[in-house]
């Protein structure tokens, strides 16, 4: 198998441990050239990850003849552009969540690689991680009967720059994220409610902002109808006074429990003959299982478990919630 040597577009906070140095632990990939606008923070990045090329433009990465593969790990407002131009060169992209802005960028996303021949893959990386993987296992199993319904509840304070109205994260800027935080953190749970109960078929919700702490909404609420016949709620709150995330799953002989973010919290079961738990430690990389996969499909070997497709499917949702009507999405 060939070395996939890989380049980053936008080597943030997000490239530091959670995927940067997956590329170059994975087995058969290579972290060749990273990019940021400023070049003193590109070239601060490369030296201390030892990467061997570091640029301030995109396009010179993406035309780079050493870089086989692009990861863009920019804010959703770029992933369209930057995904056309990779396409454009013949270079596979792996594009952070959310995929896009919204369902539209999706598919011009999608259909440019497909044209293009090239793969296109997401970074809802859960899709790899052991503990999603094992509750998708037990659902399939019958461990907790035919499933009924999912609640899915999330909230937490806000930060202390956004108490003061002095945040200039992009995740509460509409123009840049597609939404508030919901659309950033939301996506990861309802990426992994479609991995685990199968695509949704029809979503409503509201979106309203309650502190006035931003522009963005900071309170989604949500319903859902999946094409097994699942119901699903959810709640994501961001002006609260605590933090609670928590997901669970409820059947004719059971239910479980387990977090999205709390990747060392433990997963609960409860069946009418026993309860238990089971704790999942997290990888040192938490994109590395799926950076494995991707890299090995490059490779013709096995499949990538998020792609465009996949992807797609969570950006509708999110659109279904916030046009606020019922939308049949499949």
């Known amino acids: 198998m ?24 994975a087995p058969n990939a290579a972290l ?40 863009i790990a920019t ?29 539209a960028e999706c598919e011009a996303m999608i259909q440019a690689c497909r044209e293009a021949g090239v793969p296109l893959f997401v ?5 790899a ?30 930060s202390a720059d956004e108490r003061t109205g002095q945040s200039q994260a992009w995740r509460v800027n509409p123009a840049i994220a597609g939404g508030g935080k919901f659309v950033d953190l939301a996506s990861h749970t309802l990426d992994i409610m479609d991995f685990i109960l199968g695509p949704v078929q029809t979503a409503k919700g509201a979106a309203s902002n309650q502190a006035g702490l931003y522009a963005a909404d900071d309170i989604v609420s949500a319903q859902f109808l999946f094409e097994s016949g699942v119901h699903g709620t959810g709640i994501w709150c961001f002006n ?16 479980i429990r387990f977090s999205t973010f709390v990747n060392d919290g433990p997963v609960e079961v409860f069946t009418e003959t026993e309860s238990f738990e089971k704790i999942f430690p997290p990888p040192a990389h938490i994109q590395q299982p799926l950076i494995t996969l991707l890299t090995a499909a490059l490779n013709g070997n096995g499949e990538s478990p998020s792609n465009g497709e996949t992807a797609m499917r969570t950006s ?15």
């Open 2 to 25: 060939k070395t996939i040597r890989w380049g980053i577009i936008g080597c943030g906070d997000v490239t530091e441990v959670k995927s940067g140095p997956g590329f170059q632990k």
């Open 32 to 71: 060749q050239a990273v990019m940021r606008r400023d070049a003193s923070l590109a070239e601060d990045y490369a030296k201390r990850h030892g990467v061997p090329q570091w640029y301030s433009d995109a396009e010179a990465l993406i035309h780079d003849p050493q870089v086989d593969a692009v990861y």
């Open 75 to 103: 804010p959703p407002a770029y992933h369209k552009e930057y995904t056309l131009l990779c396409a454009q060169a013949g270079k596979p992209v792996y594009v952070e969540k959310p995929m896009a802005l919204n369902t």
């Open 123 to 127: 970074a809802f990386y859960r899709r």
């Open 129 to 158: 991680l052991p503990k999603f993987i094992q509750v998708r296992d037990w659902i399939a199993e019958g461990l907790i009967g035919d499933v009924r319904f999912v609640q899915m509840t999330h909230y937490q304070p806000p």
């Open 240 to 255: 609260a006074a605590q933090y609670v995330e928590m997901n669970e799953i409820v059947g004719s002989k059971g239910r």
């Open 316 to 330: 509708r949702v999110m659109d279904a919630i916030y046009k606020d009507l019922l939308i049949t999405l499949t």
